[in-house]
């Protein structure tokens, strides 16, 4: 089977790196970001182009978001899968007359790390049920961890990930935003960060919850408050009026 990727971003180079590792032939990546293109090529020695995109049997389009429509109907070959990497796009987004897929790996991929291929979640989606098999057998090449969703599910799966990921990364900056202006190094956190981490292996998150918020203690949220201003100060007010409600405090 030929596959081709469009995209040079993050998640189209570790998929280009996945597919590598994982001894699946990719005919093309195809972008317009020659540099990234040229860097896939000789990581992976992938080809690559910028203006001729390869006849193939499954296109991932991994673009951004808001691109997607636009880049799926330049793909005029109508026997064909093109699938794309969105948590939070129907299948129908794409515009063209070949057949649709979704092909959502939930994982943060950035291309400074390499993340561990073996435990990602796919989520496989597709128009017809023989196609969905065959992208369920190929991420299954990947990943122990594949499986069929919905798009009404999907889009769950993503607004999870955002809250889960997304944000918590968002206070891993704002915490080191605090640190470096004290001086402090940011290390001094890892063991901190980590533990609460693996902790949620072990127990529920709500079980997991330690600091002032829940003590309700009220004398050291209010000296927090007095050291922080700005969206930070606001963001704080917020985290603990959410763990407060939680804990019908
Ligand atoms: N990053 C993640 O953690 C993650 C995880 C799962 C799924 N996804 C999904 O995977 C897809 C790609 O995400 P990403 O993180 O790889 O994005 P990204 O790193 O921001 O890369 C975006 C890619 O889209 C290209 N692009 C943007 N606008 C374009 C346009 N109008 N025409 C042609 N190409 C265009 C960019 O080209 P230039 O470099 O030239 O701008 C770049 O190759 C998205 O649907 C995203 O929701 C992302």
Do not use: W
Not at 26 to 43: C, D, M, P, W, Y
Not at 226 to 232: A, H, R, S
């Amino acid at each position: 089977m030929n596959i081709v990727i469009i995209g040079s971003g993050n998640v189209a180079y570790h998929l280009a790196g996945m597919f590598a590792d994982s001894r699946i032939p990719v005919h093309q990546v195809f972008g317009r970001n020659e540099g990234a293109l040229t860097e896939i090529n000789s990581k992976f020695k992938i080809p690559v182009s910028t203006t001729e995109l390869s006849d193939a049997d499954l296109y991932l389009i991994a673009v951004s978001d808001h691109a997607v429509a636009e880049v799926s109907g330049t793909i005029r070959r109508q026997d064909c899968l093109v699938a794309h990497t969105s948590g939070s796009l129907p299948v129908d987004v794409l515009r063209g007359n070949y057949r649709k897929a979704c092909f959502y790996p939930l994982q943060t991929f950035s291309k400074a790390k390499r993340p561990d291929f073996s435990s990602i979640p796919f989520f496989i989606e597709a128009d017809y049920p023989g196609d969905a098999d065959m992208l369920i057998e190929l991420a299954g090449k990947i990943s122990v961890n594949v499986m069929e969703s919905t798009y009404e599910k999907r889009k769950y799966v993503h607004l999870t990930a955002v809250f889960a990921c997304n944000f918590v990364n968002h206070l891993f900056s704002r915490a080191k935003e605090i640190s470096d202006r004290q001086n402090i190094p940011f290390h001094y956190f890892k063991p901190l960060i980590e533990e609460t981490v693996e902790k949620i292996s072990f127990m529920e998150p709500r079980e997991a919850q330690t600091g002032p918020a829940v003590r309700d203690d009220r004398r050291i949220l209010k000296l927090h408050e007095e050291l922080l201003d700005g969206t930070t100060l606001e963001l704080y007010k917020m985290m603990n009026q959410s763990i407060k409600e939680m804990y019908e405090l």
